[in-house]
């Protein structure tokens, strides 16, 4: 039970620390391009790092009425 307890509040403690060093949303940049890709652009110059991540809507949520299940097929 100890073990739990522990296990429990180092998660809570962790959560917490992480949602605190979150980057505010000032200072987003944002763009579509032509072809209708939507580009957010956040610059942060506290480490010489290059970062980028990319996200599709596409799945479950997103699939038409009598077509359900295809995003997981393709």
């Not at 509040?9 to 980057?23: D, G, H, N, Q, S």
């Not at 290059?50 to 995003?71: E, I, K, P």
């Amino acid at each position: 039970m100890k073990i739990l307890l522990r296990f429990a509040l180092c998660f809570v403690l962790f959560v917490a620390l992480t949602a605190a060093a979150a980057p505010a949303a000032d200072g987003v940049l944002e763009a579509t391009l032509d072809n209708g890709l939507r580009v957010l652009l956040l610059e942060d110059h506290r480490s010489p790092v290059v970062s980028f991540q990319v996200w599709y809507r596409v799945g479950s949520r997103n699939d038409r009425a009598g077509a359900t299940g295809l995003a997981h097929l393709l």
